[in-house]
């Protein structure tokens, strides 16, 4: 069946980087779109970062966050700089076919790796 496992979050202070990662497996990632969702205490979950041929970015994380996969590895990535505490929440990996479909209701979710940034 279909896994998104997501690892690599933690406490950081404001200011720091943290790198998550999202092991994939029971599709054919190669050919997926992938991205990175977050959800802040008592807020609706939103869109981070998606991948496919080209890249699409929150505004909230431009020039701050970048999004990489390895498809040898089935494995995306979201370096995560010059963090501050409200990029705190809940990351959550997703899939979906195309890209456009990863920004909007993906179908395929991890469980969510936690991260909080102190100020």
């Known amino acids: 069946q279909v896994q998104l496992v997501e690892s690599g979050g933690g406490l950081v202070q404001a200011g720091g980087s943290l790198r998550l990662s999202c092991a994939a497996s029971?599709?054919?990632?190669?050919?997926?779109?992938m991205g990175w969702f977050r959800q802040a205490p008592g807020k609706e979950r939103e869109f981070v970062a998606a991948i496919s041929g080209d890249t699409h970015y929150a505004d909230s994380v431009k020039g701050r966050f970048t999004i990489s996969r390895d498809n040898a590895k089935n494995t995306v990535y979201l370096q995560m700089n010059s963090l501050k505490p409200e990029d705190t929440g809940v990351y959550y990996c997703a899939g979906d076919t195309i890209i456009q479909r990863v920004r909007a209701l993906p179908v395929y979710w991890g469980q969510g790796t936690k991260v909080t940034v102190s100020s």
């Open positions: 029971g599709f054919t990632f190669s050919v997926y779109a």
